[in-house]
């Protein structure tokens, strides 16, 4: 599949990337939002997802379609695009939700794979076992073992030019999402969803979903095109994208409207507690809170499924401009206030500052400082080691901004990056925006930098001439470094 995927621009781990789905014909831009179409209930019509939203690709059950009679026979008659009124890319489920759901169903991976191949689907998927978080490792284990057979079943299977997704399961235990992963990478198959996640997105474990992705991708390489299996919330889609998520599926547009809830990029809200719709879409723009809340029960569903769309929709282009402009941590950051545990998901993507390190490109670095999560950003931690190939003189002020005579070489100091020579202080990142508060966490990070320098040029004389930091960023700084304070003019040695 590799062939089929193409990385066009990154940052953070989030890239805008080309899918080419040769059945149909039809490349998608990814991050890509896949809506889910009840093959029975339709809440808005596949071909206004096209149309209106400008959706280029949808996901649909093969696996109820083959169970309906009518629904089979027409599929097999007219093909899937047909029936669905759909001229994009198609992606078919086998039944794993309702295994998941049920217990059982009553299809193998080779039948539903031929069927999904006979009906036109674009990108088809075996019968996976999604194996929910926080089971025991032995059942973790032989679920995934089952998964993996599957998929060399339908390695076996002759779909032509239909995709095959390779579903990445393992539960919550990151050893076997790594190892599902570099598995799943390792067959002839095509797209790589991360599955099982749903249970954790609904009980807002996002640090859990942060370590299952992280482990995934460490398996999967960075070649491999993911899909977030259930992923549909817009409030999530920053902090995906940055984990290196390219596909997401949404179903919340419809079933939320069923619900009478009111999709936000901050989170839901009851429409029936509203007073005010804060959207400026087709719907929202056209009328008011209670108006809405008095249509009939089928126009109020479709009107807030179509709301619903067009704040995920947009959310989705939003990612797309972070990413292409650089700023998808931003994004990330302002995403993460809305709720605790999304923040809680954020400083777990942080943690991995490796990875993170990796994926976010070098050129034209910049650096928005919103938060004490920026002082963790990979421009800082890269500004930090780079401090090891400079050259540094024998005695060395660093200093926020105050020249002392004494001193013939004198660099800047400038929180979150630390120390700074005079030839770099025009260039990015280190041209950051910063507030004229800092918290703590910036010195800290600052002082960390001066340890590093310290450390890769031990017979340099430092004095940090600083303005009133906090006791723990100066507890931060190297014991043999002399300290001197600009708003007390006092030396502290």
């Excluded at 999604?130 to 089971?135: F, I, K, L, Y």
């Excluded at 490796?354 to 890269?382: G, H, N």
């Excluded at 005579?405 to 990142?429: I, Q």
Aim: charged fraction near 25%.
């Amino acid at each position: 599949m590799r062939d089929h995927f193409e990385v066009r621009t990154t940052d953070a781990g989030g890239r805008i990337g080309e899918l080419t789905v040769p059945r149909s014909g039809v490349t998608v831009e990814t991050p890509a939002l896949m809506p889910v179409v009840n093959p029975n209930v339709q809440t808005v019509e596949p071909a206004r997802l096209a149309s209106e939203f400008g959706a280029e690709v949808l996901i649909t059950n093969s696996y109820i379609i083959r169970s309906t009679d009518d629904l089979r026979e027409a599929a097999v008659e007219r093909g899937l695009h047909d029936l669905l009124g759909f001229d994009g890319a198609i992606v078919t489920d086998s039944g794993s939700f309702q295994l998941a759901e049920y217990g059982e169903i009553d299809v193998t991976t080779e039948e539903i794979l031929r069927f999904q191949h006979e009906i036109g689907s674009d990108v088809g998927t075996p019968v996976d076992v999604p194996t929910p978080p926080d089971v025991s490792r032995e059942r973790a284990e032989t679920e995934l073992a089952t998964t993996e057979e599957r998929l060399a079943v339908a390695e076996g299977v002759d779909t032509g030019e239909m995709l095959v997704n390779a579903p990445v399961q393992g539960s919550t235990y990151p050893d076997l999402r790594e190892a599902a992963g570099a598995h799943a990478a390792g067959t002839d198959l095509d797209v790589f969803p991360v599955g099982a996640v749903v249970p954790l997105l609904n009980d807002y474990r996002y640090d859990d979903v942060v370590e299952v992705v992280t482990a995934a991708k460490r398996g999967l390489g960075p070649a491999a095109p993911v899909h977030l299996f259930g992923a549909g919330h817009p409030m999530t889609f920053a902090l995906a994208a940055a984990l290196g998520c390219d596909l997401f599926d949404s179903a919340a547009y419809a079933l939320y409207a069923r619900d009478g809830r009111y999709l936000t990029v901050r989170g839901t809200e009851l429409l029936d507690e509203m007073h005010h719709l804060p959207c400026s879409c087709p719907v929202c723009s056209g009328t008011d809170a209670e108006a809405l809340q008095e249509l009939p029960d089928d126009d109020r569903r479709e009107q807030l499924a179509v709301h619903n769309l067009h704040v995920t929709f947009g959310e989705i282009r939003r990612v797309k401009a972070a990413i292409r402009s650089g700023e998808l941590l931003e994004l990330v950051d302002a995403r993460a206030r809305s709720h605790p545990s999304l923040l809680s998901g954020y400083r777990r993507l942080l943690d991995d500052d490796v990875q993170l390190e990796t994926t976010t490109p070098i050129a034209d670095e910049s650096l928005f400082y919103v938060s004490a999560e920026s002082a963790r950003w990979p421009a800082v931690a890269r500004h930090h080691d780079r401090l090891s190939r400079l050259d540094a003189p024998d005695e060395l002020l660093l200093s926020e901004g105050v020249a002392i005579d004494r001193f013939e070489a004198r660099w800047s100091l400038v929180p979150p990056f630390g120390p700074v020579p005079p030839a770099l202080t025009k260039t990015a990142p280190l041209t950051a925006v910063l507030p004229d508060r800092l918290d703590e966490h910036a010195y800290r990070a600052a002082a960390d930098g001066v340890a590093e320098l310290a450390a890769a040029h031990p017979d340099t004389d430092l004095t940090v001439a600083h303005d009133d930091w906090p006791a723990s960023a100066l507890a931060r700084l190297p014991d043999d470094a002399a300290t001197l304070n600009l708003t007390r003019d006092e030396r502290e040695d």
